[in-house]
């Protein structure tokens, strides 16, 4: 048939010819962005796959600069805690040297002060001034921010990391389960001797050895068991051991202690006898209470005999005990009368008092950590999961070193001019183990807050970049594989749709002719 109003075949050679030359724009889209999908249409369900790895790809970067930054900040702080470090031990050399009084004048014990005090306020001045982009780094900023703390139940408190997970603040709390004990040696002042309780019946030469130390101590016979406590008590700073009459009453007996609590081998005492009685035997022994028994209350009357045989054993040697406590439902390790935990949730170390410490049945103490902190996002997620907080607190001169000293929570500030452990009143009192617990205490933060940072540096942050770059790999590979167009497949299809094109455009050209034919007809 021959029509002329309706050219059939150059409609379809339009139509292929369309088809050829959207294929062909497509190819040459792909070509210059080199990606597969560009909009929408081009793939639906894999735009939508990608968008979401891309997002991914976003956070894992900034994960990565995070933990990088993270680590620049951990950089900067360790090098100001360097340099208190070479302080402290200056300060060190100096209370060390100044204690050697039979080599040095008065003139030199002030010039040591004077260096000493310089040394202090310049530890002070670093945490003040540790900065990095403006981030004060030293001065408290970065600790958390208790509130409630009992100081009768809770002498010193540090908190490591908190975790608030959406909550304004935590709280803790802290139960004794086992009370804290230092090693004890009893010894009866009922010597079986009318008229001779609460004195030895021969002579008896001691070997005292404690935390400090070793003396030997000798005493005559018919020696009160008080002179005894005296003698021992003027060497405490050489043993480490201490002695005190049961109940203040010689008659009753008398205790030998250490000055430390704790279970660790070093606060060990040992109360060894050397000589043999004068007249055969004599009613000097010792006993301390067994490991699975409370220490009795004396004061609230004992009987010996009872003791003795059921719930003492006779010994030389004693360790005491470490605290134990439950902080917030987790069982802290003790030390002595700190205790600490570790965990993701939280990390506290704290120093309790003596008298809380030592009492289980006390009711619980509570605190509340109402802020603060430093809170590094180390993930692309923002969750609990993939942040870490850390505390990290002043370290001036007035926060550093806490140490119990007669009852009392000292600093390192303390050993400034006229703070009551200087030079000179140490010198005065004849007394250096103040300053030098205080200083050792004081070292021993620092040196413990700088492997904190550097544990966190290398057991966090570098894995965490390493894990990061890992994950960045991947998404990346994945997502080029949905996204990104494979240059010889479209290459080849780009010639097949110019070929197709030329080709369209020929019959479309032929198409249009051949209603010309017609023309013919009409003679």
Do not use: C, H
């Not at 002595?336 to 003596?354: F, P, R």
């Not at 594989?481 to 080709?503: K, P, W």
């Amino acid at each position: 048939m021959a029509r002329i109003n309706s050219n059939i075949p150059s409609l379809i050679a339009q139509s292929r010819l369309k088809g050829s030359n959207a294929n062909l724009s497509t190819r040459l889209e792909r070509l210059s962005t080199g990606l597969r999908i560009n909009r929408g249409k081009d793939d639906p369900a894999g735009l939508i796959i990608s968008e979401r790895i891309r997002s991914d790809i976003e956070g894992v970067n900034q994960g990565i600069r995070n933990a990088e930054r993270a680590s620049s900040v951990i950089a900067t702080t360790e090098s100001a805690l360097a340099e208190i470090n070479d302080l402290l031990n200056s300060i060190r050399s100096l209370i060390v040297e100044a204690a050697n009084t039979g080599a040095n004048s008065e003139i030199e014990r002030r010039a040591n002060q004077d260096q000493i005090d310089s040394a202090i306020a310049s530890i002070t001045r670093i945490s003040n001034t540790a900065t990095f982009g403006g981030l004060k780094l030293l001065n408290g900023n970065q600790d958390y921010v208790l509130s409630g703390v009992d100081d009768s139940a809770i002498d010193k408190a540090r908190v490591l990391n908190a975790s608030f997970n959406g909550a304004t603040s935590v709280d803790v709390e802290v139960e004794v389960l086992t009370s804290a004990q230092v090693g004890a040696l009893y010894l009866n002042g009922d010597n079986g001797v009318v008229g001779q309780e609460g004195r030895l019946l021969s002579s008896l030469e001691l070997e005292l050895r404690g935390p400090y130390g070793v003396q030997v101590v000798s005493f005559l016979q018919s020696t009160t068991y008080d002179t005894i406590a005296n003698a021992i008590n003027s060497l405490r700073a050489f043993t480490g051991v201490e002695a005190e009459l049961i109940n203040g009453n010689a008659n009753s007996g008398l205790i030998f202690k250490s000055v430390e609590y704790g279970s660790s081998n070093d606060r060990m005492i040992t109360v060894k006898r050397l000589n043999p009685p004068d007249q055969g035997a004599d009613s000097f022994q010792l006993y301390k209470f067994l490991d699975t028994q409370p220490i009795p209350d004396f004061s609230a009357g004992f009987d010996w005999a009872t003791w003795q045989s059921t719930i003492m054993t006779a010994a030389t040697s004693d360790t005491g005990q470490d605290v134990q406590a439950i902080v917030n439902g987790i069982l802290a390790s003790g030390k002595g009368l700190q205790i600490s935990t570790n965990s993701a949730s939280l990390g506290v170390d704290l120093l309790l008092d003596e008298d809380f410490a030592t009492d289980p049945s006390l009711t619980p103490t509570e605190f509340t950590i109402t802020g603060g902190g430093a809170l590094f996002q180390l993930g692309p997620e923002i969750s609990s999961q993939q942040q870490a907080g850390l505390g990290i607190q002043s370290v001036a001169a007035s926060a550093l070193g806490g140490t119990l000293v007669g009852g009392v929570v000292d600093f390192l500030n303390s050993l400034e001019t006229g703070r009551g452990n200087s030079i000179e009143e140490s010198y005065q009192a004849n007394n250096w183990q103040p300053a030098q617990l205080i200083l050792a205490s004081a070292i021993d933060e620092i040196s413990r807050l700088r492997g904190r940072l550097g544990a966190f540096e290398r057991n966090v942050l570098d894995p965490n970049v390493r894990s990061l770059t890992s994950s960045l790999e991947n998404l990346t590979a994945s997502n080029a594989v949905i996204r990104d167009a494979d240059f010889a497949r479209e290459t080849s299809e780009l010639s097949r749709a110019q070929i197709l094109a030329a080709a369209g455009t020929t019959v479309l050209g032929l198409a249009n002719q051949q209603s010309q034919s017609v023309l013919q007809l009409l003679g």
